[in-house]
Each structure stands twice: as C-alpha cells, then as structure tokens.
C-alpha cells in the first residue's frame, strides 16, 4: 500500500490562538484562516494530525482528562466545519515539572521527533512527502529532525516574537496561505 502523505500541525498559535497553558475548552479560539488551511489540506489529500506538547500536565496546571476535554472541543469545531482531524499526538511531559509520572526528561517532547515519527508508523506516513507546520523553533527543528518539510507561521496573534528561526523552508501568515503553496 502506498504510503500517505501528512501535514503535522502544532495546536497553539497555529490552529487556536496561543492562551498561556490553555486549560478550557472555552478558551479555544481558531485563528484566521485555520479552518480554511485545514480544509484545503483534507481536500488535496494529506492526513491531518495535531503534534502539542502540553507541558501544562505536568506542571499541574490541568490533567489529561481536562486536556481531552479540550480536544475533544476542537475536534467538534472542526467536525461542525465538514472536517475531520485524523489524530492528535501530545507530549505531556517536563523535566521541572512537579506531578509524577509525568516529571521525566521524555522522549516525545518537540524538538525530539518521536510524536512524528510514531505517527508516521501508526498511519503508514512518508514522512518526507509530509509537512511540519508551527509557530516556533521547536516545531521547526522537530519537523527537520523527522525529515519533514518544514513551514513557519508568523503574524501577530502568535508567539513568533522570537529570534530568527533558521530551521525552516517556508514562511507564512496563516493555514490557509500554507495549503495554497502545497495543494
Ligand atoms: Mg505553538
Ligand atoms: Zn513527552
């Protein structure tokens, strides 16, 4: 079987406006333009799937049940739109973190590429067919480390403040400007 093709999508700041350790499913707020990305992505025929850490569990600022609750919010949005989101992968990792068991220096934490790559066997993924989409230099630097084109968001309702980002190939403004370069 041929493998698939996949746009991975980091969740904060670059489908839903970036809440410091998002912790509602009220709080959830697409950016511009995202539904119309992630449309245009399905349609062309690219798997969809959500790579996030969400150090925040273990940080105590919410427990994986909460965190479910929340996707679960954002997979409904999405469903109301006509889409479906073929899998969300999540770190909920920190090494300063203070609840156990998740208070380990983990494996699956962005920059490390495990999240990808895990979704690459689980879907049967060519990963160098496949795009890494974000707003900072963790997903960049991910995205490359799994072998993945790699696309930069920037505008003003994301974190992308920061020092140039080196590790990417496109630079864009929104979902929907990305999926035009690549569909
Ligand atoms: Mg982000
Ligand atoms: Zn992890």
Do not use: W
Not at 2 to 31: C, M, W
Not at 86 to 101: F, L, N, W
């Amino acid at each position: 079987m041929n493998r698939k093709k996949a746009v991975f999508l980091d969740r904060d700041g670059t489908i839903v406006v970036h809440e410091p350790y998002l912790s509602s499913p009220d709080q959830l707020k697409l950016l511009p333009n995202a539904i119309e990305g992630i449309r245009l992505f399905k349609e062309s025929g690219y798997l969809v799937i959500v790579i996030t850490n969400q150090s925040g569990i273990a940080r105590g600022f919410f427990d994986e049940e909460r965190l479910t609750l929340i996707h679960k919010k954002l997979m409904s949005i999405l469903k109301d739109e006509g889409i479906e989101i073929d899998d969300i992968y999540y770190c909920p990792h920190h090494a300063e973190g203070i609840v156990e068991p998740y208070k380990v220096d983990c494996d699956c934490r962005k920059p490390k590429p495990k999240m990808l790559l895990n979704a690459a066997k689980q879907h049967n993924i060519d990963l160098t067919q496949s795009l890494m989409i974000g707003d900072s230099e963790v997903d960049m630097l991910a995205g490359k480390n799994a072998g993945c084109t790699c696309v930069l968001i920037k505008n003003d309702c994301n974190n992308t403040s920061i020092a140039p980002i080196v590790d990417t190939d496109y630079v864009v403004k929104d979902l929907l400007e990305a999926a035009k370069i690549f569909t």
